[in-house]
């Protein structure tokens, strides 16, 4: 079964440090999300993405956050300058078009020290 | 706006025994989505079912059942006979059916089965 697969599964990060999560949606899709979950709470919309361009985002997504589609097949979240309020699970998802189910990855759980 | 409400924090069951999660929501529109996702232990959300506001009927899946009433905006979902591999966390999401249809999840239901 097609999968979404991100990488990395866990990665460490001082504070005030860019990082960048990567994510390869499954190849038809069209529709791309980024999720957060801090632990022990919900999860949260960040950022849906579709034609190259964001289409809705949280408060959440502030300017610290930004979004690309480099090379057709990844899809990255990217954060300037790490807080320690990052720290959380983050998802990628993708749809296939709309009404249609998500698939989401398995998740690159961020620690920011 | 819209939400989604899992008034059970946490459940405790013995294995064997049936248990159902709640999930109550909120919305304007007319035309949506709900749906139940798993988290395990090790952290990945596992979809289990999508359902349209449209589709009123039970929906049953081996051991999973939904139930879903929109007289009373809930999407309840009860496993039968749980087993110990049950263990999670269940989240109850809503979707609009418009625009990119984010997701609106609730704030889960964490369910301990013990043998």
């Known amino acids: 079964e097609p999968e979404v697969t991100q990488t990395p599964s866990h990665q460490v990060t001082q504070m005030g440090q860019e990082v960048i999560l990567r994510c390869v949606p499954i190849s038809n899709h069209l529709y791309f999300y980024w999720y957060r979950q801090i632990l022990g709470q919900k999860v949260e919309f960040l950022v849906s993405f579709y034609n190259n361009e964001i289409s809705e985002k949280s408060e959440i997504f502030d300017d610290q956050f930004s979004v690309e589609r480099p090379d057709g097949s990844n899809f990255t979240l990217k954060i300037r300058s790490t807080k320690l309020e990052d720290s959380a699970m983050y998802f990628c998802a993708s749809s296939e078009r709309e009404g249609a189910g998500y698939t989401f990855g398995s998740g690159t759980r961020l620690t920011v020290v | 706006a819209q939400k989604v409400t899992q008034a059970q924090t946490e459940i405790s069951v013995v294995e064997k025994e049936d248990v159902t999660l709640d999930c109550v929501y909120e919305?304007?529109?007319?035309?949506?989505?709900l749906f139940w996702y798993k988290q395990p232990p090790s952290g990945e959300l596992v979809f289990l079912i999508r359902r349209n506001s449209f589709d009123e009927q039970n929906e049953i899946s081996g051991r999973y059942s939904w139930n879903f009433q929109k007289s009373t905006s809930s999407f309840n979902f009860t496993i039968t006979a749980s087993q110990v591999v049950d263990s999670a966390v269940y989240f109850c999401?809503?979707?609009?059916?418009?625009?990119?249809?984010?997701?609106?999840f609730g704030t889960g239901t964490r369910l301990l089965v013990s043998p």
């Open positions: 999401a809503l979707s609009d059916s418009t625009g990119f249809q984010k997701l609106v």
């Open positions: 919305t304007r529109d007319t035309t949506y989505y």
